[in-house]
Each structure stands twice: as C-alpha cells, then as structure tokens.
C-alpha cells in the first residue's frame, strides 16, 4: 500500500488560529489563494513581500526580511498590499500603515 499526502490546504478551510508565527507561515505559503503575490524589494532590510488572499478584499502579508526573519499579517485590505507594492519606501510604508495595525492571533 502506498500513501500520498498532499500538503495544500484550500484557503477557506484555514484556521484563524495558529499555534505559532512559524506554522502560520508554513500554513499560508502552502496554501492555494485567488491571490498570490511576491515582491523582491530594493529596501535595506526587507528582503520580499508576500500577499494570499481567499476573497480578493483581504489577506495575509508577509514581510521577509534580509537577517532571514518574517512577519505575518492577517486581514490586511487589497488596497493597502496594492500602496505596498507600489511604494517609494517599504520600510517607511510598512511602519506607518502596516506595523501595528494587522495583527495575527496565536494560540
């Protein structure tokens, strides 16, 4: 007998909690979304920016830095991914609209 498992979830069956910032991660980049988003950045300490959302309105955002860390956002609306993407500085849009704002919950 062989078993196969299949690491992708749907995004409509992710849990809203998670039990680490880590697995919350690991979840959300495994998981299949109507959006998917990547952004290599030219900042001097945020490597890439990621974007997943289910319904097209909000997502999850994750921040890679260069040091090899990240952070995850949930619920962050499409039109602040889409001023993200876009912006002059990431750091300085990061911190003024994103940091504090989008929190993630955790078991």
Known sequence: MITTSCNHYNCNEISSKFTS????I?????TDFSIEEKVNTDSS???SIEYYSCDKL?????INTKKGGSYIHENVPIQVWNE???ADSFGRFYNQNIKGNYYLDIN
Not at 21 to 24: F, N, R, S, V, W
Not at 26 to 30: F, N
Not at 58 to 62: A, D, F, M, S, V
């Open 21 to 24: 910032y880590d697995d919350a």
């Open 45 to 47: 300490w945020i490597d």
């Open 26 to 30: 690991e979840i959300v980049k495994s």
């Open 58 to 62: 909000t997502g999850y955002l994750i």
């Open 84 to 86: 993200f993407e876009n």
